[in-house]
């Protein structure tokens, strides 16, 4: 179709994402909290989906928010495509768990709505692109619906569409399928994987689910609270598309989770071989 743009060039010895010496506190009623602390990582071009992945607090979104410019960090920068992030951009484009869709707007005009100040593009491009990412997700005959008619999943898939449209550069996605039921889930799973797989963009998904993370990454930044850190990461080099019931994800899922363990696990509560 003649919307698509074409897939970008790609050069894995270029940097696409890095994250250098960030802090972040924050001012609570109950004091200082240190939500990031000397946080440092690197996405390569090409590199698929790198998964941020630990428990609640461990300033998965607050990473992620300084990644998007929404926050800023106390110490340290971040850089996509060699240019300081200052703000909010187009070029990385943000999912969260909860959708966001504009209600008085029907499914094709939440999509075009992030296209409106796009420069340089008729109205007809615009309807194009938007209904081709619509399509993609699988989501072309339900163009003229509206957001209380969509299933909690197709609200998710619209949001997907709408990140997409714009062509970022990253998209960053925060627990985007964690309200979702299993089922529903699942079928993302698979279809972001094929999406990833037309579109090759650079995905920094946010979970606390281990399961979900292999099943989606190509690599793995475990993450642990008070201060947040990044601790640990992992290379999974499995097939896709990836099943998150199949016996590999479950096996590289439990090596991961017994790593979790080790670090949780009280000092005087070890045995010792
Ligand atoms: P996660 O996404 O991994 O659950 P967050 O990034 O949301 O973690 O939070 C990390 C820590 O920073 C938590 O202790 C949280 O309470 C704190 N925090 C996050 N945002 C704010 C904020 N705006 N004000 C105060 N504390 C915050
Ligand atoms: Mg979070």
């Not at 997907?160 to 993302?188: H, K, W």
């Not at 439990?254 to 790593?259: F, L, W």
Request: proline fraction near 7%; aromatic fraction near 6%; charge should be positive.
């Amino acid at each position: 179709m003649s919307a698509e743009p074409a897939a970008p060039a790609q050069s894995p010895e270029r940097l696409k994402l890095v994250v250098a010496g960030v802090t972040k506190v924050f001012k609570t009623g109950s004091g200082l909290v240190t939500a990031l602390e000397n946080v440092s990582l690197q996405v390569r071009e090409g590199e698929a989906i790198s998964c941020l992945v630990g428990p609640s607090g461990s300033g998965k979104s607050t990473l992620l928010n300084i990644i998007a410019g929404l926050e800023k960090p106390d110490q340290g920068e971040v850089l996509v495509d060699g240019e300081p992030v200052v703000g909010p951009g187009r070029d990385r484009m943000v999912m969260f768990q909860e959708s966001a869709l504009f209600p008085w707007l029907n499914v094709i005009e939440n999509v075009l709505f992030g296209l409106k100040l796009k420069p340089g593009v008729t109205n007809r491009q615009r309807r194009e692109v938007a209904e081709y990412y619509l399509q993609m997700v699988g989501l072309g005959r339900f163009l003229k619906a509206y957001v209380h008619e969509l299933s909690g999943g197709m609200k998710q898939r619209v949001a997907l569409a709408r990140a997409l449209a714009p062509n970022p550069s990253i998209l960053l996605m925060d627990e985007p399928f964690a309200a979702l039921d299993a089922m529903t889930r699942e079928q993302l799973y698979i279809d972001l994987q094929e999406i990833w797989q037309k579109r090759r963009k650079t995905i920094v998904f946010v979970t606390h689910n281990v399961r979900e993370a292999i099943c989606l990454g190509d690599r793995i930044m475990l993450m642990s609270p008070s201060p947040g850190r990044i601790q640990d990461q992992f290379t999974i080099a499995l097939p896709r598309p990836r099943d998150i019931n199949s016996v590999e994800v479950a096996r590289h899922a439990m090596e991961i989770t017994a790593v979790i363990r080790r670090w949780n696990q009280p000092r005087e509560g070890r045995t010792s071989p």
